[in-house]
C-alpha cells in the first residue's frame, strides 16, 4: 500500500489551487492544438513547451499532463467530425466514428470518444502507480546489451513492422539516428560533425527536430498543394452528447477489450499507440462480424469505443515507462524526457527516489487532467470544431509563428532557427514521398541510447559481440522481434493474396 | 505580389519537366537528400579529431555504421525509383489526409502492401474508395507537381523571419513571417492581412514576453520596453 499512500502525497502536491490551474490551462490548450488539421498530441506537446519554462518543474509537468492528454482527445474530435486524424492513432478512430457522425450521431460519437479516453487511460494511470516502482526495479537489472536490445527492437519494429515499405522506413530511421550522432561524444568528448559550428556542440535539439518534422513540415506541405481541391469533411455536431442506457451498454464491452489491449503496449518500443488501436479495431470488427446484425461499416459504437481506450490506455503506461525506465515509447513520450532532461532530472529508477514529489505529483495529475477533459469534452466537444471556421492562411500563419516563438524561447539562438527551417524543408520533401516520419523520431531519441550502451557494452566485454546475446532478457528480446518480423512478412504476404483475389472477383466501384 | 493567386492555373500541367525522362522521377530527391547526408557523415569521420587514449569501439564506430547504411539504403532507393517511376497523376494525387495517414505508417494489422509503390486503399471502405478516386480525377487535372510558388513563399519568409528576428524585433519578423505564411496558403488580400499580422504578433508578445517572461527580442520598437 506504500504506492497508494505516495499517490496520496501526490495529489496533496498537485491540488493547489495554482496546480489545478495549470492543468485546467494545459487541457485547454492541448485540446485546441489537438483540434486543428493535421496537428496531433506530441505537435501540442512540443509548440506548447516553451510555455512551460515560465514555471516551476512541478508545475510545467503537471501543465505538460493536460496538454498531452487534451491534444488526444483533440485528435479524435477531428478524427470524428473531419475525418482528419492529426496524429496516427486517431486513424483508427476515423473509420467507425466518421460514419456515426455522418449518420447524425456525432455528439454519441463524441461521448464515447471521450468516455472511452477516459477508461483507457483511468485504468492505465491506476496501473501505472503500483507497476512503476516494479518496472523501475526491474530496470537497475538492465545492462548496456539490455538497452541496446530494446533501442534496437524499437528500431526495426517502427521502420520496418509497423511501417509499410521498409526501405522507406529504415531511410527515415537512419536519418533520424544520423541526426542524433551531432555534437559532442559523450564517452571520449570529441566533437563530432560539428564542423567546428559552437551550437552545433550540443547536437541538434529533438525540440527543433520534432516542431521541424511535425509542424512546419506539415505547414509547406499544406502550402504545396492549396490549388488541389480541398473537400470538407466537416460534420456539425449539435444535440446532447448522452448515451442511451443501450448504447452505453454497448460500448462498455469494447472500451474495456481496448484497454486490455492498450496497457502491455505501453512499454512496448513500437512507436505509440498506433498498433494497439489498429488491433483493438480488428478484434471488434471480428467480434461483430460473428453477431447477427453486424454494425461495422455502419457507424459501429464499438468500432470507436475499443480503439478509443486502447490509445489511451497505451498512453498512460507509456508515461510510466518514461517515469520509471527513461524510456520513451512515442515521439511524445520523447518530448517530454527532452523537458525532464531541460530541468536538470533524468527519468529512471533514480527519479523516484531523488524527487518523489515530482513523480507522484505528476502521476497524481494524470488523474486530475482526465476528469478535467471530461468536464471540458464532454459538454464542449461541438464548440471546438468552431475552430476550423479560422480561415487557412490564418490558421498557418499562427501555426507558423508559433513554430518559431517555441525554438527561439528554447534556444534564443538565430541558427537553431535556420536549422529548424532546414529540416522542415526536408520533412516536405520526405512527406510528399511518402516516407514516413515516426522512425525518424524514433531514431533520434533512441539514437544516442543505442550507441552508448552499444560502446559500453563492447569496452566492458574487450570487444567481444556475444555481450550482447549473453543474458537471457536480451535473448528473449530478439526473439521477440524476430518473431514479429515473421509473423508480420508471412501476414503481408497472405494479404496480398488475399486482396489479389478479392479485386479478381469484386467489380471495381 | 507579381503573382495573382488562381485557383486552377492550367499552364501549370506545363511544369518543370513535364514530359521529359525526369518526369515522375522526382523522388530522386530523397536518395539524394540521403547520399547526402551520409557524405556529411563521411567528410566528418574523416576530419574527426579523436585523442589516442580512447576506448574501443570510438566515436567513430556508430556513426560509421549509421554512413555505411546511409550510401546503401542511398542506392536502393534510386534503384527503386528508377526502375518504377511515380505514375504521373495516380500515386501523388492522393488527397493531403492520405498522404497524412501515410506519413505516419500504417499499422501491423492492417498489414496492407509490402511494397509502398502502388498506393494501398484496399483495405479501405468502398465510400472511403470512391472519394479516393473522385478527389484523385480532381486531381488528375493539374497533375502532381507541388506548388513551389506557394513553397517559395512559405519558406522564405521562415527564413527572413529567422534573419531580421534580432534585428527588427519579435512584433515585426513574426508578423512578417504570418503574413508571408498566408500568402503562401492563398490569401489574397495583402492589407488585411498586415493587420491581422501585427495584430496576432503583438498579441503573442504580449502574452509570452511580457506576462510568461520568456526572452523575444524587442529590437528596433524595443526603446521604450
Same mark, same amino acid.
Given at each position: 500500500?506504500?504506492? %497508494?499512500?505516495?499517490?496520496?502525497?501526490?495529489?496533496?502536491?498537485?491540488?493547489?489551487?495554482?496546480?489545478?490551474?495549470?492543468?485546467?490551462?494545459?487541457?485547454?490548450?492541448?485540446?485546441?492544438?489537438?483540434?486543428?488539421?493535421?496537428?496531433?498530441?506530441?505537435?501540442?506537446?512540443a509548440l506548447l513547451l516553451p510555455m512551460t519554462f515560465a514555471l516551476d518543474p512541478t508545475a510545467a509537468f503537471i501543465m505538460f499532463a493536460g496538454v498531452y492528454f487534451g491534444g488526444l482527445?483533440?485528435?479524435?474530435?477531428?478524427?470524428?467530425?473531419? /475525418?482528419?486524424?492529426?496524429?496516427?492513432?486517431?486513424?483508427?478512430?476515423?473509420?467507425?466514428?466518421?460514419?456515426?457522425? +455522418? /449518420?447524425?450521431?456525432?455528439?454519441?460519437?463524441?461521448?464515447?470518444?471521450?468516455?472511452?479516453?477516459?477508461?483507457?487511460?483511468?485504468?492505465?494511470?491506476?496501473?501505472?502507480?503500483?507497476?512503476?516502482?516494479?518496472?523501475?526495479?526491474?530496470?537497475?537489472?538492465?545492462?548496456?546489451?539490455?538497452?541496446?536490445?530494446?533501442?534496437?527492437?524499437?528500431?526495426?519494429?517502427?521502420?520496418?513492422?509497423?511501417?509499410?515499405?521498409?526501405?522507406?522506413?529504415?531511410?527515415?530511421?537512419?536519418?533520424?539516428?544520423?541526426?542524433?550522432?551531432?555534437?559532442?561524444?559523450?564517452?571520449?568528448?570529441?566533437?563530432?560533425?560539428?564542423?567546428?559550428?559552437?551550437?552545433?556542440?550540443?547536437?541538434?535539439?529533438?525540440?527543433?527536430?520534432?516542431?521541424?518534422?511535425?509542424?512546419?513540415?506539415?505547414?509547406?506541405?499544406?502550402?504545396?498543394?492549396? +490549388?488541389?481541391?480541398?473537400?470538407? =469533411?466537416?460534420?456539425?455536431?449539435?444535440?446532447?452528447?448522452? *448515451?442511451?442506457?443501450?448504447?452505453?451498454?454497448?460500448?462498455?464491452?469494447? !472500451?474495456? +477489450?481496448?484497454?486490455?489491449?492498450?496497457?502491455?503496449?505501453?512499454?512496448?518500443?513500437?512507436?505509440?499507440?498506433?498498433?494497439?488501436?489498429?488491433?483493438?479495431?480488428?478484434?471488434?470488427?471480428?467480434?461483430?462480424?460473428? +453477431?447477427?446484425?453486424?454494425?461495422?461499416?455502419?457507424?459501429?459504437?464499438?468500432?470507436?469505443?475499443?480503439?478509443?481506450?486502447?490509445?489511451?490506455?497505451?498512453?498512460?503506461?507509456?508515461?510510466?515507462?518514461?517515469?520509471?525506465?527513461?524510456?520513451?515509447?512515442?515521439?511524445?513520450?520523447?518530448?517530454?524526457?527532452?523537458?525532464?532532461?531541460?530541468?536538470? *532530472?533524468?527519468?529512471?529508477?533514480?527519479?523516484?527516489?531523488?524527487?518523489?514529489?515530482?513523480? !507522484?505529483?505528476?502521476?497524481?495529475?494524470?488523474? *486530475?487532467?482526465?476528469?478535467?477533459?471530461?468536464?471540458? /469534452?464532454?459538454?464542449?466537444?461541438?464548440?471546438?470544431?468552431?475552430?476550423?471556421?479560422?480561415?487557412?492562411?490564418?490558421?498557418?500563419?499562427?501555426?507558423?509563428?508559433?513554430?518559431?516563438?517555441?525554438?527561439?524561447?528554447?534556444?534564443?539562438?538565430?541558427?537553431? %532557427?535556420?536549422?529548424?527551417?532546414?529540416?522542415?524543408?526536408?520533412?516536405?520533401?520526405?512527406?510528399?514521398?511518402?516516407?514516413?516520419?515516426?522512425?525518424?523520431?524514433?531514431?533520434?531519441?533512441?539514437?544516442?541510447?543505442?550507441?552508448?550502451?552499444?560502446?559500453?557494452?563492447?569496452?566492458? =566485454?574487450?570487444? /567481444?559481440?556475444?555481450? %550482447?546475446?549473453?543474458?537471457?532478457?536480451?535473448?528473449?528480446?530478439?526473439?521477440?522481434?524476430?518473431?514479429?518480423?515473421?509473423?508480420?512478412?508471412?501476414?503481408?504476404?497472405?494479404?496480398?493474396?488475399?486482396?489479389?483475389?478479392?479485386?479478381?472477383?469484386?467489380?471495381?466501384? | 505580389? &507579381?503573382?495573382?493567386?488562381?485557383?486552377?492555373?492550367?499552364?501549370?500541367?506545363?511544369?518543370?519537366?513535364?514530359?521529359?525522362?525526369?518526369?515522375?522521377?522526382?523522388?530522386?530527391?530523397?536518395?539524394?537528400?540521403?547520399?547526402?547526408?551520409?557524405?556529411?557523415?563521411?567528410?566528418?569521420?574523416?576530419?574527426?579529431?579523436?585523442?589516442?587514449?580512447?576506448?574501443?569501439?570510438?566515436?567513430?564506430?556508430?556513426?560509421?555504421?549509421?554512413?555505411?547504411?546511409?550510401?546503401?539504403?542511398?542506392?536502393?532507393?534510386?534503384?527503386?525509383?528508377?526502375?518504377?517511376?511515380?505514375?504521373?497523376?495516380?500515386?501523388? &494525387?492522393?488527397?493531403?489526409?492520405?498522404?497524412?495517414?501515410?506519413?505516419? &505508417?500504417?499499422?501491423?494489422?492492417?498489414?496492407?502492401?509490402?511494397?509502398?509503390?502502388?498506393?494501398?486503399?484496399?483495405?479501405?471502405?468502398?465510400?472511403?474508395?470512391?472519394?479516393?478516386?473522385?478527389?484523385?480525377?480532381?486531381?488528375?487535372?493539374?497533375?502532381?507537381?507541388?506548388?513551389?510558388?506557394?513553397?517559395?513563399?512559405?519558406?522564405?519568409?521562415?527564413?527572413?523571419?529567422?534573419?531580421?528576428?534580432?534585428?527588427?524585433?519579435?512584433?515585426?519578423?513574426?508578423?512578417?513571417?504570418?503574413?508571408?505564411?498566408?500568402?503562401?496558403?492563398?490569401?489574397?488580400?495583402?492589407?488585411?492581412?498586415?493587420?491581422?499580422?501585427?495584430?496576432?504578433? &503583438?498579441?503573442?508578445?504580449?502574452?509570452?514576453?511580457?506576462?510568461?517572461?520568456?526572452?523575444?527580442?524587442?529590437?528596433?520598437?524595443?526603446?521604450?520596453?
Amino acid at each position: 500500500m506504500d504506492a %497508494l499512500m505516495s499517490l496520496f502525497e501526490g495529489f496533496t502536491h498537485a491540488v493547489t489551487p495554482m496546480n489545478l490551474l495549470w492543468v485546467v490551462v494545459g487541457c485547454f490548450l492541448g485540446t485546441a492544438v489537438g483540434v486543428l488539421p493535421g496537428l496531433g498530441s506530441s505537435m501540442a506537446v512540443a509548440l506548447l513547451l516553451p510555455m512551460t519554462f515560465a514555471l516551476d518543474p512541478t508545475a510545467a509537468f503537471i501543465m505538460f499532463a493536460g496538454v498531452y492528454f487534451g491534444g488526444l482527445f483533440g485528435d479524435s474530435t477531428m478524427a470524428i467530425l473531419m /475525418n482528419t486524424p492529426g496524429q496516427a492513432s486517431a486513424i483508427a478512430s476515423t473509420f467507425e466514428g466518421h460514419k456515426m457522425a +455522418r /449518420n447524425g450521431r456525432a455528439p454519441q460519437a463524441l461521448a464515447t470518444a471521450a468516455i472511452g479516453a477516459f477508461i483507457g487511460g483511468f485504468i492505465s494511470c491506476f496501473l501505472v502507480v503500483f507497476v512503476a516502482p516494479a518496472l523501475a526495479d526491474l530496470s537497475t537489472k538492465f545492462g548496456p546489451a539490455e538497452f541496446f536490445a530494446l533501442a534496437i527492437f524499437a528500431f526495426v519494429a517502427t521502420s520496418s513492422v509497423v511501417a509499410d515499405s521498409v526501405l522507406k522506413g529504415l531511410t527515415a530511421l537512419v536519418l533520424g539516428i544520423g541526426i542524433s550522432v551531432i555534437g559532442i561524444d559523450s564517452v571520449s568528448g570529441s566533437e563530432r560533425f560539428t564542423y567546428g559550428v559552437p551550437e552545433l556542440f550540443d547536437g541538434v535539439s529533438l525540440v527543433t527536430v520534432t516542431v521541424a518534422l511535425l509542424a512546419l513540415g506539415e505547414v509547406f506541405f499544406i502550402a504545396s498543394r492549396i +490549388r488541389r481541391a480541398a473537400r470538407d =469533411n466537416t460534420i456539425s455536431s449539435s444535440g446532447r452528447p448522452f *448515451l442511451s442506457r443501450k448504447e452505453f451498454g454497448e460500448a462498455v464491452p469494447a !472500451w474495456l +477489450r481496448g484497454t486490455a489491449i492498450g496497457l502491455p503496449f505501453g512499454v512496448i518500443p513500437v512507436g505509440g499507440a498506433d498498433v494497439p488501436t489498429f488491433m483493438a479495431y480488428g478484434l471488434e470488427r471480428r467480434l461483430d462480424a460473428k +453477431r447477427p446484425d453486424p454494425q461495422f461499416g455502419r457507424g459501429a459504437i464499438r468500432g470507436l469505443a475499443a480503439p478509443e481506450a486502447a490509445g489511451s490506455a497505451t498512453t498512460g503506461i507509456a508515461m510510466g515507462a518514461l517515469l520509471a525506465l527513461g524510456l520513451p515509447i512515442s515521439a511524445t513520450a520523447a518530448i517530454m524526457l527532452a523537458a525532464f532532461r531541460q530541468y536538470g *532530472l533524468q527519468p529512471g529508477p533514480l527519479l523516484f527516489d531523488r524527487s518523489p514529489e515530482l513523480v !507522484w505529483g505528476l502521476l497524481a495529475s494524470f488523474f *486530475l487532467a482526465m476528469i478535467v477533459l471530461l468536464a471540458i /469534452n464532454l459538454p464542449f466537444a461541438p464548440l471546438w470544431a468552431k475552430l476550423l471556421k479560422i480561415p487557412d492562411p490564418y490558421l498557418y500563419g499562427g501555426i507558423a509563428v508559433f513554430c518559431g516563438l517555441g525554438i527561439y524561447a528554447t534556444s534564443a539562438s538565430q541558427f537553431e %532557427l535556420f536549422i529548424l527551417l532546414g529540416i522542415g524543408i526536408i520533412s516536405f520533401v520526405l512527406k510528399r514521398y511518402g516516407v514516413p516520419l515516426a522512425p525518424l523520431m524514433i531514431g533520434m531519441v533512441l539514437g544516442p541510447l543505442a550507441e552508448t550502451s552499444l560502446r559500453d557494452a563492447l569496452i566492458a =566485454n574487450d570487444g /567481444n559481440w556475444a555481450t %550482447l546475446v549473453s543474458s537471457p532478457i536480451t535473448i528473449v528480446l530478439y526473439l521477440l522481434l524476430i518473431g514479429a518480423l515473421v509473423y508480420t512478412g508471412t501476414g503481408r504476404v497472405l494479404a496480398r493474396r488475399r486482396q489479389r483475389a478479392q479485386r479478381e472477383t469484386e467489380p471495381v466501384s | 505580389m &507579381s503573382m495573382p493567386v488562381k485557383a486552377h492555373d492550367s499552364t501549370r500541367t506545363n511544369h518543370l519537366g513535364a514530359g521529359t525522362w525526369w518526369q515522375g522521377r522526382s523522388g530522386l530527391l530523397v536518395p539524394l537528400i540521403m547520399a547526402g547526408f551520409s557524405t556529411y557523415l563521411l567528410v566528418g569521420l574523416l576530419t574527426m579529431e579523436v585523442p589516442d587514449d580512447v576506448d574501443r569501439p570510438g566515436p567513430q564506430f556508430f556513426p560509421a555504421l549509421v554512413m555505411i547504411a546511409g550510401y546503401v539504403l542511398a542506392i536502393l532507393l534510386a534503384i527503386a525509383c528508377l526502375r518504377t517511376p511515380e505514375p504521373v497523376d495516380v500515386e501523388a &494525387s492522393a488527397p493531403a489526409e492520405v498522404e497524412e495517414d501515410k506519413a505516419f &505508417s500504417t499499422p501491423v494489422t492492417s498489414a496492407v502492401a509490402a511494397s509502398r509503390l502502388a498506393p494501398h486503399e484496399e483495405d479501405e471502405p468502398t465510400t472511403d474508395r470512391q472519394a479516393l478516386a473522385e478527389a484523385r480525377k480532381e486531381d488528375a487535372r493539374h497533375r502532381t507537381h507541388s506548388d513551389f510558388v506557394s513553397l517559395a513563399w512559405g519558406a522564405g519568409g521562415f527564413a527572413a523571419f529567422a534573419l531580421i528576428l534580432e534585428f527588427a524585433g519579435w512584433i515585426l519578423a513574426a508578423a512578417l513571417l504570418f503574413w508571408c505564411v498566408a500568402r503562401s496558403m492563398g490569401s489574397r488580400k495583402p492589407l488585411f492581412d498586415l493587420t491581422v499580422a501585427l495584430t496576432f504578433s &503583438s498579441l503573442v508578445y504580449l502574452a509570452f514576453a511580457v506576462l510568461l517572461g520568456l526572452n523575444l527580442p524587442s529590437g528596433i520598437l524595443g526603446g521604450g520596453f
